[in-house]
C-alpha cells in the first residue's frame, strides 16, 4: 500500500473478505426486550435486560447507567471472556465506564452466565459451561457450515440495536471492549459492524502465525473459517474499520503473543497513517499477564474519553464486586427456565 486510494481499496476488500469468511447474517427480528429488576448503587443503576437476538433465543445482560448525567451519553458493549459466570465475573469494565459517564451494556456470552445451552436438572452445564461447551456447539455447526463465531457476532450486534433504543446513549459515540474471549468478539464485530465507532480489544490481538508458533488452543468460535484461505489475519478486522478509532491493549505475559500484538499495531499504523489519521490506532503494553487488570482498564477510559471528549476522573474508581444472583436476569440464573431455545435446536432444524 502505497496511497490514500490504495489504502481505502484494501479496507473494502477486506470487508468483503469478512463477510465472506463469516456468511450471511440472519434477518432482524423483533428483540422483544424486558427489564426485568433494577439494582440501585451510587452514581448508577443496573439494569438486568433480557433480549432475542433470534426467535426465542434468549439473551441475558446487565445494563449500567451512570446517574445524576445529563443525556445522550457514549455508550460501550463490554463482551466477556471465558468465565464460567460470564457478566458477573467481567463486571469491572462496566461498572468502570458507567462510574465515569458511560452507558455501559454487558451480555453473557452463550454457554456462561445465563446462558448454559447443556443445562441438568438443577441447572448446571453437564459439559462444565464456557469452553466446553463452545467447542460442542461449534463442532455440530462445522458439520452445517456453520460458525460458531457468527452466533457471538450476531448476539453482539443484537446488542447494539438494544443498546441505540435507549435514549440515554449518544449513537455518534457507541464503542466495545473486552479481553480474551472478549477481545475475540471485539474484533470480530470490528470487521463486521460499522455502527461501532470505537473499539478496544484486550489479550486476543496478535497473528495466526503466533498463535500456531506457540500452539495455541482456541475455542471453535475463534477461528473464522476459510479465513487463511482468504487472505486475512487479525489485523484485517481492525482495517476493516479504519480510519475509525482503536486502542489495541496487550499485556506483557499474555500467553497471546505480544510479538504479534506488535505487528498487527504496526501493520495498521502505515495503513491509518496512508488514511490520514494515525492518531486513530494506538497500542498499550502492560506488564500483567492475561486478564483486563486496572491499568488496562484505565489505557482503554483514556483513550474513549479523548475519543468522547467525556471528563472522567483519571483513575478508575473503587469498583463494588456484586454477587452473582444480584444481577440475574432469569428468575434462577438461567434462560434455560425460560424455555430459550438452543443454539443446538438451530443446527438440529439447518441439519434436517
Wanted: with cysteine; proline share 6%; glycine share 10%.
Amino acid at each position: 500500500l502505497k496511497t490514500k486510494a490504495d489504502a481505502e481499496a484494501y479496507v473494502k476488500s477486506v470487508q468483503e473478505q469478512i463477510r465472506q469468511s463469516f456468511g450471511p447474517l440472519p434477518e432482524k427480528t423483533p428483540l422483544n426486550a424486558k427489564v426485568t429488576g433494577v439494582v440501585e448503587r451510587d452514581g448508577y443503576r443496573i439494569e438486568k435486560v433480557i433480549f432475542e437476538s433470534r426467535p426465542g433465543y434468549l439473551v441475558t445482560g446487565n445494563l449500567y447507567v451512570p446517574a445524576s448525567r445529563k443525556s445522550p451519553m457514549p455508550g460501550v458493549l463490554c463482551l466477556c471472556g471465558h468465565s464460567l459466570n460470564g457478566k458477573t465475573r467481567e463486571a469491572s469494565s462496566a461498572q468502570g465506564l458507567a462510574r465515569q459517564g458511560y452507558v455501559a451494556f454487558i451480555i453473557d456470552p452463550v454457554g456462561q452466565g445465563e446462558r448454559f445451552q447443556y443445562p441438568d436438572e438443577s441447572l448446571k452445564s453437564r459439559l462444565g459451561g464456557g469452553v466446553w461447551e463452545h467447542l460442542q456447539m461449534g463442532n455440530h455447526q462445522a458439520l452445517i457450515g456453520e460458525f460458531l463465531g457468527t452466533w457471538f457476532v450476531w448476539d453482539g450486534i443484537r446488542a447494539l440495536d438494544y443498546l441505540l433504543t435507549r435514549e440515554e446513549v449518544d449513537p455518534k459515540h457507541v464503542g466495545m471492549t473486552g479481553a480474551s474471549g472478549g477481545g475475540t468478539q471485539t474484533t470480530w464485530l470490528c470487521g463486521l459492524e460499522p455502527r461501532f465507532t470505537m473499539a478496544a480489544p484486550a489479550c486476543f490481538v496478535t497473528t495466526f502465525r503466533r498463535n500456531a508458533e506457540n500452539e495455541l488452543p482456541a475455542d471453535t468460535e475463534q477461528y473464522p473459517h476459510r479465513a487463511l484461505a482468504l487472505g486475512l489475519d487479525l489485523s484485517d478486522f481492525f482495517a476493516a474499520m479504519a480510519p475509525k478509532p482503536v486502542i489495541i491493549v496487550a499485556e506483557e505475559k499474555d500467553f497471546f503473543d505480544v510479538r504479534g500484538a506488535t505487528e498487527t499495531y504496526e501493520r495498521l499504523k502505515r495503513l491509518y497513517t496512508l488514511l490520514g489519521r494515525p492518531e486513530n490506532i494506538q497500542l498499550y503494553l502492560g506488564p500483567d499477564h492475561h486478564g483486563y487488570p486496572q491499568q488496562a482498564r484505565e489505557a482503554m477510559y483514556r483513550f474513549f474519553n479523548k475519543v468522547t471528549g467525556v471528563a472522567i476522573a483519571p483513575a478508575e474508581p473503587a469498583l463494588t464486586v456484586e454477587k452473582e444472583e444480584t444481577l440475574w436476569c432469569a428468575p434462577r440464573g438461567q434462560v434455560a427456565e425460560l424455555k430459550s431455545r438452543t443454539l443446538m435446536s438451530f443446527t438440529r432444524e439447518t441439519s434436517q
